[in-house]
T-cell receptor
């Protein structure tokens, strides 16, 4: 069964507007971490934001915020004030367990975001 | 922050030959590293977990005899694609977790683009 689901293959947003990228997950482990990465055409994976399953508040990192709804098992990424440089692939990922060893990530299918001038 | 390097960044090889890709953690020791494969416009698929000093753990459907993983030291894991075929052409990315860091610190190498002719 798919553990991480991104239902939006592609999204368009006007420059300076906000955009929400959807991500739902499935796990029976009470301890997990959720990540969002940006992958430009160069291929590098750029870390954007992290939310731990026990974190009480939604994570924020500059223009990025994570709308964490634990009961719905969703972890949507909100990008405010979109910039042309935000055009890229965006991946949601989950790591089950919060131990200090291991740490494999399971990725969603990705969403290709295009920012229009 | 911690850095993970990969070498080479790109490689072209002939069908039937073998190619080795190195993944190094530059300023931390990683007992565990992860190898992913990514086809164009697709997600990152976990291939295997590389464990220092022991055998790698392969994901279902990944041929362990074809994708040889050696984690010889706490800072180096290698992936060898043996008897490469054109269908092995892909983007290979490694990642590692800094055990000294927080749960969010999961680092990716810049990736290796393999083309088999």
């Amino acid at each position: 069964a798919q553990k991480i689901t991104q239902t939006q293959p592609g999204m368009f947003v006007q420059e300076k507007e906000a955009v929400t990228l959807d991500c739902t997950y499935d796990t029976s482990d009470p301890s997990y971490g959720l990540f969002w990465y940006k992958q430009p055409s160069s291929g590098e994976m750029i870390f954007l934001i992290y939310q731990g399953s026990y974190d009480q508040q939604n994570a924020t990192e500059g223009r990025y915020s994570l709308n964490f709804q634990k009961a719905r098992k969703s972890a949507n990424l909100v990008i405010s004030a979109s910039q042309l440089g935000d055009s890229a692939m965006y991946f949601c990922a989950m790591r089950e367990g919060l131990d200090n060893q291991g740490g494999k990530l399971i990725f969603g299918q990705g969403t290709e975001l295009s920012v229009k001038p | 922050g911690a850095v993970v390097s990969q070498h080479p960044s790109w490689v072209i090889c002939k069908s039937g030959t073998s190619v080795k890709i190195e993944c190094r953690s530059l300023d931390f020791q990683a007992t565990t590293m992860f190898w992913y494969r990514q086809f164009p416009k697709q997600s990152l698929m976990l291939m295997a977990t590389s464990n220092e000093g022991s055998k790698a753990t392969y994901e279902q459907g990944v041929e362990k005899d074809k994708f040889l993983i050696n984690h010889a030291s706490l800072t180096l894991s290698t992936l060898t694609v043996t008897s490469a075929h054109p269908e092995d052409s892909s983007f290979y990315i490694c990642s590692a977790r800094d055990p000294r860091g927080s749960a969010r610190e999961q680092y990716f190498g810049p990736g290796t683009r393999l083309t088999v002719t």
